[in-house]
């Protein structure tokens, strides 16, 4: 609900915004929110928002977490919103979500403001490229920023569960083109079967669907568009861009190709990993190739460092940090931050009856077996001095676990017999594939909870037209 009083000054134009200045004040409407999560833990790492003002002009913007706590404001994508004080710095790294050179970054003291909508803010702009477009500039330009596409929805079928590796998950392929030239998409999970939805609801056909901040992958040496966590797909959407383009369409005399009959194919079962005792393992270590993967199941009988149990790792490579002069230094980016990611690491002692073993359990087990973080100890119990090993984790000792282990190019050179537990596991290898306990879930919103704890399961969020995205920060 917006606010009751918009604050009658003039604002600043988005296009005029630059680095001199933190004193900024805009009008602009959130188009799309996201969350950037690290890929292998699901840590949140910063909230993401496409903004647009009155001038059709967008900017990216980005908040970390803390941030977002500190402001205390609730967000939603589709809101219009006053922005005052805040930080505009270059555009840097790939996959950027508009071609604009600069973004903004809030700040602690960042004022948001929620407002009525503005009929003069349009509520979308997409910086579109068509099918025909693409060629090998555009195989070049997706090194650099995320994509906008549109297009006819061709060879269409609903989508379907296939096995992977992690069990039975929804994809979803068609053809998107522009009466020449023809590029494949394809789509996993929540997404998928959103997309499908609203594609059998639509009543004018063919369809036409803008991919809103895509990537551009290749699949068997194939063009092809893949979704991001930023991905909106927009099915007909009541714009201008989208009549003239079926318009011209129409004058050329395009057809929708019938749908090509094929037949009905059983994909084979993922391999299945391979589950091998300790002593099999040490004692065969050469047969193995580096970054194999396999299944142990073994007892916790004891914690071998129980004063080193965290660590500063990097945002990107998760090695761990120095310390230089206030900052923290990654040596294998190379890149500095201004904190550093608090991460499990505990060094346990493996026994499985046959042999026992040192191993390293990551943060991303560590999570799940003691269902908390190294933040939430930490601010639970910020009399005890940081080294000092919670009993939550000290409880872990004497469990059973199933964990998958990823093998170095020291163990299979036969150097070390210290195994790093890439993930916890569930179930029996008997009979049946083992379960992770990662699961793929939807993000539909930023609850205070979910900032609090910093750990989400990320699945690529479905379009905005049937799902509100909100960063929520109770006051």
Same mark, same amino acid.
């Given at each position: 609900?917006?606010?009751?009083?918009?604050?009658?000054?003039?604002?600043?134009?988005?296009?005029?915004?630059? =680095?001199?200045?933190?004193?900024?004040?805009? =009008?602009?409407?959130?188009?799309?929110?996201?969350?950037?999560?690290?890929?292998?833990?699901?840590?949140?790492?910063?909230?993401?928002?496409?903004?647009?003002?009155?001038?059709?002009?967008?900017?990216?913007?980005?908040?970390?977490?803390?941030?977002?706590?500190?402001?205390?404001?609730?967000?939603?994508?589709?809101?219009?919103?006053?922005?005052?004080?805040?930080?505009?710095?270059?555009?840097?790294?790939?996959?950027?979500?508009?071609? *604009?050179?600069?973004?903004?970054?809030?700040?602690?003291?960042?004022?948001?403001?929620?407002?009525?909508?503005?009929?003069?803010?349009?509520?979308?702009?997409?910086?579109?490229?068509?099918?025909?477009?693409?060629?090998? =500039?555009?195989?070049?330009?997706?090194?650099?920023?995320?994509?906008?596409?549109?297009?006819?929805?061709?060879?269409?079928? &609903?989508?379907?569960?296939?096995?992977?590796?992690?069990?039975?998950?929804? *994809?979803?392929?068609?053809?998107?083109?522009?009466?020449?030239?023809?590029?494949?998409?394809?789509?996993?999970?929540?997404?998928?079967?959103?997309?499908?939805?609203?594609?059998?609801?639509?009543?004018?056909?063919?369809?036409?669907?803008?991919?809103?901040?895509?990537?551009?992958?290749?699949?068997?040496?194939?063009?092809?568009?893949?979704?991001?966590?930023?991905?909106?797909?927009?099915?007909?959407?009541?714009?201008?861009?989208?009549?003239?383009?079926?318009?011209?369409?129409?004058?050329?005399?395009?057809?929708?190709?019938?749908? &090509?009959?094929?037949?009905?194919?059983?994909?084979?079962?993922?391999?299945?990993?391979?589950?091998?005792?300790?002593?099999?393992?040490?004692?065969?270590?050469?047969?193995?190739?580096?970054?194999? *993967?396999?299944?142990?199941?073994?007892?916790?009988?004891?914690?071998?460092?129980?004063?080193?149990?965290?660590?500063?790792?990097?945002?990107?490579?998760?090695?761990?940090?120095?310390?230089?002069?206030?900052?923290?230094?990654?040596?294998?980016?190379?890149?500095?931050?201004?904190?550093?990611?608090?991460?499990?690491?505990?060094?346990?002692?493996?026994?499985?009856?046959?042999?026992?073993?040192?191993?390293?359990?990551?943060?991303?087990?560590?999570?799940?077996?003691?269902?908390?973080?190294?933040?939430?100890?930490?601010?639970?119990? =910020?009399?005890?001095?940081?080294?000092?090993?919670?009993?939550?984790?000290?409880?872990?000792?004497?469990?059973?676990?199933?964990?998958?282990?990823?093998?170095?190019?020291?163990?299979?050179?036969?150097?070390?017999?210290?195994?790093?537990?890439?993930?916890?596991?569930?179930?029996?290898?008997?009979?049946?594939?083992?379960?992770?306990?990662?699961?793929?879930?939807?993000? &539909?919103?930023?609850?205070?909870?979910?900032?609090?704890?910093?750990?989400?399961?990320?699945?690529? &969020?479905?379009?905005?037209?049937?799902?509100?995205?909100?960063?929520?920060?109770?006051?």
């Amino acid at each position: 609900m917006a606010e009751s009083s918009e604050v009658n000054a003039m604002f600043d134009h988005l296009a005029d915004l630059e =680095k001199s200045r933190t004193d900024w004040k805009i =009008k602009a409407w959130v188009t799309r929110l996201w969350p950037t999560n690290n890929a292998e833990s699901g840590v949140v790492k910063g909230f993401n928002l496409i903004l647009l003002d009155n001038d059709n002009y967008h900017l990216h913007a980005y908040v970390y977490p803390d941030t977002w706590k500190a402001i205390g404001k609730d967000v939603k994508e589709g809101g219009v919103y006053i922005f005052e004080g805040f930080q505009v710095r270059d555009t840097y790294g790939r996959l950027r979500p508009v071609s *604009t050179n600069i973004d903004l970054r809030f700040l602690n003291s960042t004022k948001i403001q929620a407002v009525e909508e503005d009929i003069m803010i349009p509520k979308h702009k997409f910086e579109i490229m068509e099918v025909g477009d693409f060629s090998n =500039k555009v195989v070049s330009l997706r090194l650099m920023r995320m994509l906008n596409v549109m297009g006819m929805i061709e060879e269409w079928e &609903p989508a379907s569960r296939v096995p992977t590796r992690y069990g039975e998950r929804e *994809t979803l392929r068609f053809k998107l083109s522009d009466g020449r030239v023809v590029l494949g998409v394809c789509l996993w999970g929540e997404l998928a079967v959103t997309v499908s939805n609203e594609y059998e609801s639509e009543k004018k056909k063919p369809v036409v669907a803008i991919i809103a901040s895509s990537k551009l992958t290749t699949f068997r040496q194939e063009l092809q568009i893949g979704a991001l966590p930023s991905t909106r797909i927009y099915l007909n959407l009541n714009i201008e861009a989208v009549e003239v383009f079926r318009k011209r369409l129409e004058e050329e005399g395009y057809k929708s190709p019938a749908a &090509p009959i094929r037949p009905t194919i059983t994909p084979p079962p993922a391999s299945p990993l391979l589950m091998f005792s300790l002593k099999h393992l040490t004692e065969n270590l050469t047969s193995f190739s580096e970054k194999n *993967t396999v299944m142990v199941t073994f007892k916790i009988s004891d914690i071998e460092d129980k004063e080193n149990w965290w660590y500063y790792a990097c945002q990107s490579c998760h090695e761990e940090l120095e310390k230089v002069d206030r900052k923290y230094k990654c040596t294998v980016c190379p890149r500095s931050f201004s904190y550093g990611e608090k991460r499990f690491q505990l060094l346990v002692l493996a026994d499985d009856n046959s042999f026992a073993s040192t191993v390293v359990l990551t943060d991303r087990v560590v999570k799940r077996l003691a269902k908390t973080t190294v933040t939430n100890l930490m601010n639970s119990s =910020k009399e005890a001095p940081n080294s000092e090993m919670p009993p939550v984790l000290r409880n872990i000792v004497g469990k059973t676990v199933t964990v998958k282990i990823s093998l170095s190019k020291s163990n299979v050179a036969g150097d070390s017999n210290i195994y790093k537990v890439v993930d916890l596991c569930e179930g029996s290898v008997s009979g049946k594939k083992v379960a992770e306990y990662s699961p793929i879930t939807k993000f &539909p919103s930023f609850e205070q909870s979910q900032t609090d704890d910093y750990v989400v399961c990320l699945e690529t &969020p479905t379009s905005s037209d049937s799902v509100s995205k909100k960063i929520k920060m109770e006051p």
